[in-house]
């Protein structure tokens, strides 16, 4: 009986914030489906492999984002940090501050830079989100640490 009980209690505790999150503008599905694009894109981007990080940038973006791919040949990203997601006031857009941790293989000196990371969902396509990265930000960065 008591485990029915705490079932159907977590059952409406789970429905409530559900509601709850409709009611003040936030929709769980959308917001999950940016937290999973943004943390598997930047694992990607920690891991070193750009061409697989591409899948998550604006397609009007991608030719200058794998151009960069060189710059990341000499880098090792020891770890990451990511900040908290800031919804636009639409809902379509977030921001999210990223740390990476990184040395050159050169000189084995280790860095910290930052990505301010600019996500958009795409028109049409569900919950699919896409980054704009700022890259010459991140080539500027990148340049101290060769």
């Known amino acids: 009986m008591r485990l029915r009980l705490a079932t159907a209690l977590g059952f409406a505790l ?15 599905a959308k917001e999950i489906a940016l937290e999973e694009s943004q943390r598997k894109y930047t694992e990607l981007m920690r891991w070193g492999e750009i061409e697989g990080a591409s ?5 009007a973006s991608i030719a200058a984002f794998l151009d960069t791919a ?10 990451f940090e990511t900040g908290p997601l800031q919804f636009g006031d639409d809902s379509e857009t977030a921001t999210v501050n990223v740390v ?6 050169r000189t084995l000196v280790e860095k910290s830079f930052r990505e301010h990371q600019q996500w958009y969902r795409e028109a049409n396509a569900g919950n ?6 700022n890259l010459e930000a991140i080539a500027k960065q990148l340049g101290g640490v060769r």
């Open 14 to 28: 789970l429905t409530t914030l559900g509601c709850a999150g409709s009611i003040f503008g936030l929709d769980s």
């Open 55 to 59: 899948a998550y940038v604006d397609p």
């Open 70 to 79: 060189e710059l990341f040949h000499d880098i090792r990203f020891t770890d």
């Open 100 to 105: 990476y941790h990184a040395y050159s293989t």
């Open 128 to 133: 699919s989100w896409r980054v704009r990265p």
